[in-house]
Nanobody, 121 residues
Framework: QVYLVESGGGLAPPGGSLQLSCAVS????????MAWYRQAPGAQRELVAK???????DYADSVKGRFTISRDNTKNTVDLQMNNLRPEDTAVYYC???????????????WGRGTQVTVVI
C-alpha cells in the first residue's frame, strides 16, 4: 500500500497565499511523477501541477506564474505553493503519485483524500 497525506489547506483572501504539503509513505521502491489535482464543486478533477523525479514541472495555464510545485526526494514529499489566490482556485486539492511497488510491473497510481482550499473575501 502507498499512502498520501495532504496538509495545509484552509481559507485565504483573494491575493493571499497557502502552501499545501503531501507526504508519501508505505511500501514502494521509488516515486515517479508527483502532482496536485483539484476539483471544484460541479466540475471535473483537473491537473494543477506536476513534477518529475528530476524536477521538471508542468502547470495548468490558469495557475502559471502563481503556483509553484516542488518535491523533496529525500523526504518523499511534494509541496504546492499557491500565491495570488483567486476565488476560482477554490476546490478540493488532491495529491497524486505514481510509484514503483514490489512485485508489480506497472506503476501504481495513488491519491490522497484531499484538502479543501477556499478563497473568499
Amino acid at each position: 500500500q502507498v499512502y498520501l497525506v495532504e496538509s495545509g489547506g484552509g481559507l485565504a483572501p483573494p491575493g493571499g497565499s497557502l502552501q499545501l504539503s503531501c507526504a508519501v509513505s508505505g511500501s514502494f521502491i521509488t516515486i515517479f511523477d508527483m502532482a496536485w489535482y483539484r476539483q471544484a464543486p460541479g466540475a471535473q478533477r483537473e491537473l494543477v501541477a506536476k513534477v518529475t523525479p528530476t524536477g521538471g514541472t508542468d502547470y495548468a495555464d490558469s495557475v502559471k506564474g502563481r503556483f509553484t510545485i516542488s518535491r523533496d526526494n529525500t523526504k518523499n514529499t511534494v509541496d504546492l505553493q499557491m500565491n495570488n489566490l483567486r476565488p476560482e482556485d477554490t476546490a478540493v486539492y488532491y495529491c497524486w503519485t505514481q510509484t514503483k511497488v514490489p512485485r508489480k510491473f506497472d506503476p501504481r497510481t495513488s491519491w490522497g483524500r484531499g484538502t479543501q482550499v477556499t478563497v473568499v473575501i
